[in-house]
């Protein structure tokens, strides 16, 4: 071969010096580990490399920055609609959020057993905005946790040497198709329990559109921690969910008044209550299974 005559050339005291060693027939991938006795991976260091795996993915990124695209257009195509038969100001309530907020409202959905007051506050017949009150709810929460489900779910496709536009658009279609036809189911069954309450479409979506987040945490730790994470993840988002639901819409929704009336209204309200809760790990489920392998 070339590369040992090259060698030969330059006399005995350089044909005497060994040749270098052949590169590696697959890269060394031990890095990320520490030694340990009996070759064991250094607790951690699986997380660090499939965090590394996961962000370092070209398919991923290109998943990510399409998912990214057509989140972006669905929010433009979103306001122009809304624009057109919504008013604006009555929209702008459930947007009047800050950061303070936001922060404990996702620690309320995640963790929602040692909230004590659920009622919804009112300054003279007209109830406070959500970042003045944190039982108030909010469209902005489910707005950025929709377009951040559909960014993850474009990595995991990505990961999964799965991803195209079709899988990635019905994948975000589904997901909104499933919270428009669960308001529509709510709405129906407040008409048929005729509870008397100030609950309107706005309230139901935004109610409706908290499951993103557990939908969000679920498929994360599924991709860092694999199957077992996922439904460890979704065991607790779900019944976080179901708890917040059912104190929300009985507490701060439906309100006190809307509870009482004869025994077969209330027992249909409280039906009511119970379905749209246990519905909520149904659809989670139902919407995230497929982007953990």
């Known amino acids: 071969m070339a590369y040992h005559s090259g060698y030969g050339a330059h006399g005995s005291k350089h044909r005497a010096r060994a040749a270098p060693d052949p590169p590696p027939l697959f890269d060394d991938t031990s890095g990320g580990y520490s030694s340990q006795p009996g070759g064991y991976p250094a ?27 057509i989140a972006s257009h669905g929010k433009d195509m979103m306001n122009k609609e809304l624009h057109r038969f919504v008013s604006v100001n ?16 996702l620690g309320l959905l995640v963790f929602p057993y040692t909230h004590q007051n659920w009622e919804v506050q009112y300054n003279r017949d007209v109830p406070l905005p959500p970042r003045q009150d944190l039982n108030a709810p909010d469209l902005y929460i489910p707005t950025m946790a929709f377009i951040t489900y559909v960014l993850l779910a474009g990595m995991a496709l990505g990961i999964q040497k ?15 198709v499933w919270v428009v036809m669960e308001v529509l189911a709510l709405l129906l069954g407040v008409y048929l329990a005729t509870v008397r309450s100030d609950l309107s479409t706005f309230h139901l979506l935004a109610y409706s559109g908290y499951k993103y987040v557990g939908m969000i945490l679920s498929v994360l730790t599924g991709l860092l921690f694999g199957s077992d994470g996922y439904y460890v993840a979704l065991a607790w988002t779900s019944s976080a969910l179901m708890y917040f639901i059912v104190r929300s819409l009985r507490t701060a929704a439906l309100g006190p008044d809307s509870m009482g009336g004869p025994a077969p209204r209330q027992r249909l309200q409280l039906y009511l209550t119970l379905g749209a809760a246990a519905f909520q790990p149904l659809i989670i489920y139902w919407l995230t299974f497929h982007l953990v392998r």
């Open 43 to 69: 607790p951690g260091a699986d997380v660090a490399f499939n965090v590394n795996h996961l962000l370092g993915d070209p398919m991923a990124n290109m998943a990510m920055a399409y998912g990214s695209s």
């Open 90 to 105: 009555k929209l702008k309530y459930f947007f009047a959020v800050d950061t303070a907020y936001v922060a404990k409202k």
């Open 162 to 176: 799965r991803f195209s536009p079709e899988v990635l658009g019905l994948c975000a279609s589904t997901a909104l």
